[in-house]
């Protein structure tokens, strides 16, 4: 029979595919709005498409395993028991897979007592019987002795399920040096860590195939056991029972009485209808497009053609944009607008998303929309026509912006002001899954919270089709729509984060971006030129120390000098070999100093610090100030990071890291820079939070708190208290805040770990108000699924509950650090929002520079440093009513450095 005309059965192992897809996708980036995980379900049916589109087959079906028991963990109970409890994300994936596939028109099996792989191997021995050309999808090893001129094994690679090898007779030869039906007995001599099938101890594949292409089979070589010396042959004598049973198991049974047969898995219509219904609940909107495009089951039928027509009728379409200048452009803005209610918490019908067009950083065209109706402006800077928009822009009414931060900056470049910011659907979208680092685009919000797919231009076309460019008004339509969806999810205190911390943070941030920094060319590349010279000594050094030169940069020729050359113990075990990274080197220097290791750990932090200067020196613009990115979505506990360059990781307690600061300097016009820090504000929330008597009284009194501590653990008087003594009980204050075990802390201090859990025990019977506080936490996040900030910023956790030991771990070190680190991320971010209204009711000229950390930097105006101090002290001790005084302390000086306090 020619090939185009002989009938193709394509056979998919069900579980085996969906936990690949489960693995290879991240499992936050796939989650309907109710939180059911989908990951595994789209990167099945992605496969499946990629197969049908390929492949063609005119028959299908997909078997599933019915649970993990079956004949062969009968007879052998140990069988597959290593495998780890299914994670919790992956439970109730299969069942809604599986309907998918029924709306599709695509058999699934399941027999009980057997695997899906019997059931394949069943199919695929009915189907060459019958004449079919077979393809077997599969992610078992296993099913490598289905293969032979009428079978293909299509297997998934490591990455996932998207790029499948082809197995067939000379593939397998290639790969293996063996014939297909001889695979079994290689994984009968090695063993399958995977089901828990020990082998024979030292045997690997190499020498199993050189076995067997010199015996010819396992009953060969088993009789032919005594003429095999070595340590191998021994083992073969001793462990023979081993292979024989791992033989019996992992053979794949042909004969199992099924239900269906090839011919009944001949590719059935799909019902459009249902499969519309399914990936709506699924929320696969890209997915379902490429479905009802894959010819065979997006057909003509006239079902086919109502159910399109009636989505199309029910779609909304966008509104076609206007173009209005001067008084019409007036007349719509009043129309539209009014003034944002006092304590306003969602935007309002009057609300208008704006979206602005920018090239190299300033406006080009600028789109409003509401729910109906949009206007589009090519910009024209000084023109009359749009001192309507301009007043607007300024004025108090309700606007939404998307990614609002990069729009305001380039309004504001082009001299325009902005006020009213009222709704921003990437903090909204970030604020409801803080952990998640999908849903941040445009696109992906209006696929996840409309359904919808927005128009996307194809990046192959030099010359985009006009159906697909949306333009700002039209983005501006679809940012109304997404932020009036995502307001409808928002608890009320989520509301009062938006709208009170984290919109008026982002208009602060837009203008300390504008602002920027001055730093000092000069100092830099003279620090960087230092660096340069002892990096190039030191490397030297350690050259003369190992008698060759190597790149002190490679992980690989660093593992061969320490652990081979220089035969030092070994570090945590990788993919690569041994670690080298800065925490195992210094671990290992401590337990074991060598003078080459010394000199790597000098060496990279030299370069670590050359790099660090030259991320700020390139970013340091014409008017000779760097101008950060402040990450205000970055994080899931509120925390603003800094990036391009990141001012955030400019280390403070070194020499070398005090002359980058110092070339921080006081701008041009400007009296001296003014820092102020917040004093152990994270062990202030704590004390606030756990309500302990002890620690408040620490506080209270004003003397040093780790000293005040260490007296009552180590029961001396304050005075008395060691610099030893107070290491170890602020490394236990702080470690205790983020989860920090008796080794972890054991590790940290270099200390025994019997004396780190003594000291956790001593600690809490001083401070038992801390420990409650900390088991309450995890038990209440347990409850609720989340934590909470003293300001009601929410941090959802998935996996308190899990049965997975590793995720459950995770959450429940990170649950107990989320409140007291969004708290502190909460506290300074209304201490900023409060300051800028002061400067500007105030109507001072001195201006913000930068935030880092729990610092403030700021260029003080001439005559204004009493006036400012005054500002900013307040401002940041009254940002949030603790039980405990808000400490602050200023500095002020020519540069950063010497602001230091």
Do not use: C
Not at 507 to 521: F, I, K, N, R, Y
Not at 638 to 666: H, K, W, Y
């Amino acid at each position: 029979m020619p090939d185009n005309e002989q009938p193709t059965l394509l056979i998919i192992d069900g579980h085996s595919l969906a936990f690949r897809a489960f693995y290879a996708l991240p499992v936050d980036s796939f989650q309907t709005r109710d939180g059911q995980h989908t990951n595994a379900i789209h990167g099945f049916i992605a496969m499946l498409i990629n197969l049908l589109k390929a492949e063609k087959p005119t028959h299908l079906g997909v078997a599933f395993d019915i649970s993990r028991f079956s004949f062969r963990t009968r007879e052998y109970p140990e069988y597959k028991g290593t495998r780890g409890e299914t994670p919790p994300e992956f439970i109730g994936q299969v069942p809604l897979l599986q309907e998918a596939l029924h709306a599709l028109g695509i058999t699934t099996i399941e027999k009980e007592d057997f695997e899906a792989d019997d059931i394949l191997a069943t199919l695929a021995k009915q189907g060459t019987d019958e004449g079919y050309r077979v393809l077997v999808v599969s992610g078992d090893r296993d099913a490598i002795q289905l293969v032979n001129d009428k079978v293909t094994l299509l297997y998934p690679s490591r990455q996932g399920v998207s790029d499948l090898t082809r197995y067939d007779i000379e593939k397998v030869y290639d790969r293996y040096g063996i014939r297909p039906e001889q695979y079994p007995e290689i994984a009968a001599l090695v063993g399958e860590t995977s089901d828990n099938l020990p082998g024979i101890p030292k045997v690997g594949e190499k020498t199993a195939v050189k076995w067997l292409n010199q015996f010819g089979s396992l009953d060969a070589i088993l009789e032919h056991r005594d003429e095999i010396p070595g340590v191998v042959g021994n083992n073969l004598r001793e462990f023979a029972e081993n292979a024989i049973r791992n033989r019996r198991l992992n053979r794949l049974l042909t004969d199992v009485e099924l239900p269906v047969g090839p011919a009944d898995l001949e590719r059935k219509p799909a019902d459009e209808q249902r499969i519309r219904d399914v990936f709506a609940r699924l929320e696969f909107r890209t997915l379902l497009d490429r479905v009802l495009k894959l010819e065979g089951i997006a057909g003509d039928s006239e079902v086919g053609i109502a159910a399109a027509e009636a989505a199309a009728a029910q779609a909304k379409t966008a509104p076609v944009p206007v173009t209005l200048l001067d008084e019409e452009l007036a007349a719509w803005l009043a129309r539209h607008s009014a003034p944002a209610a006092a304590g306003a918490s969602e935007p309002s019908p009057e609300a208008i998303a704006v979206q602005v067009e920018t090239l190299d950083g300033f406006p080009i065209a600028i789109g409003l929309a509401t729910e109906h109706e949009s206007v589009s402006l090519p910009w024209i800077p000084d023109s009359r026509d749009y001192a309507p928009l301009e007043a607007w822009l300024a004025g108090p009414s309700p606007k939404i912006f998307f990614n609002a931060k990069q729009q305001i900056k380039a309004l504001r470049s082009a001299g325009l002001g902005v006020a009213g910011l009222a709704f921003d659907p990437v903090i909204a979208a970030w604020l409801l899954k803080p952990d998640s680092t999908a849903d941040r685009s445009l696109a992906q919000l209006v696929d996840r919270h409309l359904l919808e797919t927005l128009p996307t231009p194809d990046p192959n076309q030099l010359v985009p089709d006009s159906d697909t460019v949306v333009g700002p008004a039209g983005e501006a339509w679809y940012a109304w729509r997404v932020a009036r969806a995502l307001s409808e999810l928002l608890d009320e205190r989520t509301r009062r984060v938006l709208t009170e911390i984290e919109m008026p943070t982002l208009m602060v941030l837009a203008q300390m971006e504008l602002t920027g920094v001055t730093v000092s060319h000069a100092e830099l590349s003279e620090l960087s030129a230092e660096l340069g010279e002892s990096a190039a000594a030191i490397a030297s050094e350690a050259f003369g120390i190992i008698g060759r030169e190597i790149n002190l940069g490679s992980p690989k020729q660093i593992q061969e000098v320490l652990f081979d050359q220089l035969d030092m113990p070994k570090t945590r075990a990788t993919k690569t070999g041994y670690s080298t990274d800065a925490g195992a080197l210094a671990d290992l220097q401590a337990s074991n100093p060598h003078p080459f290791l010394g000199l790597l750990l000098s060496h990279r932090d030299a370069t670590k610090l050359r790099q660090i200067i030259e991320s700020v020196d390139k970013a340091i613009a014409p008017d000779k100030r760097v101008h950060t990115t402040y990450v205000q979505t970055g994080s899931s506990t509120g925390r603003i990071s800094s990036t391009d360059p990141n001012l955030q990781n400019i280390p403070v307690r070194t020499e070398e890291g005090r002359r980058i600061r110092a070339a921080f300097q006081v701008g041009e016009g400007f009296e001296t820079l003014l820092t102020a820090d917040y004093s152990q504000i994270e062990m202030r929330i704590m004390a606030h939070l756990s309500g302990d008597a002890g620690l408040i009284d620490a506080f209270h009194s004003g003397e040093d708190l780790h000293r005040f501590v260490g007296a009552r653990i180590f029961s001396v008087d304050p005075a008395d208290v060691t610099p030893n003594m107070r290491t170890k009980v602020k490394a236990m204050s702080y470690g205790l805040a983020y989860g920090l075990s008796a080794f972890g802390l054991s590790k940290q201090l270099r200390i025994e770990t019997a004396e780190a859990k003594q000291l956790m025990t001593d600690y809490f019977e001083r401070f038992g108000s801390v420990r409650d506080y900390l088991r309450n936490v995890v038990v209440q996040a347990k409850a609720d699924g989340y934590t909470e900030t003293i300001f009601g910023r929410r941090r959802p956790f998935a996996n308190l509950n899990s049965t997975n030991r590793v995720l459950r771990d995770n959450d429940e070190r990170a649950a107990l650090n989320a409140p007291i680190q969004g708290s502190a991320a909460d506290i300074i971010k209304i201490a900023m929002i409060n300051i800028a209204g002061d400067l500007d009711a105030q109507e001072l000229s001195s201006r913000m520079l930068l935030q880092v950390h729990d610092e403030l930097v700021f260029d003080v105006a001439p005559g204004e440093w009493d006036a400012l101090s005054a500002i900013v002290t307040h401002r940041m001790s009254t940002a949030a009513e603790l039980t405990v005084p808000l400490e602050v302390q200023l500095g002020r000086g020519q540069n950063w450095n010497a602001a230091a306090h």
